[in-house]
């Protein structure tokens, strides 16, 4: 029953792209900010997915960035921490800019 259930747990998280869409981003002014396809304040998600998308444990640490917040990686601005964002909203959006934020 256990292993049922991991199967379960690690299909869903496999799947978390096709329930990310940019109203997560949205609700949470992550669009105030950035862009899908162009820089505003701060970097397209595009470019991010460009930077980011080949490296190990890329989604995962790209959710800490979001949620630490930072500075420096993409220019003077720094981004504001995201600390209020919760675990699975974080690993969401992340899955979902590396994917291209399609």
Known sequence: ?????AAVAVSALMTAPAFANPDLAK???CM???AVDKKL?????QDVAKK?????????NLAKS?????SGKWGPVPMPAQA????ADALTLATWILAGAK
């Open 27 to 29: 609700k949470n002014a």
């Open 1 to 5: 029953m256990k292993l049922i259930f």
């Open 41 to 45: 304040v701060g970097p397209s998600y």
């Open 66 to 70: 979001i949620k630490a917040g930072g």
């Open 84 to 87: 209020a964002l919760s675990d």
């Open 32 to 34: 105030a900010c950035h």
């Open 52 to 60: 980011y998308g080949g490296q190990k444990d890329a989604a995962a």
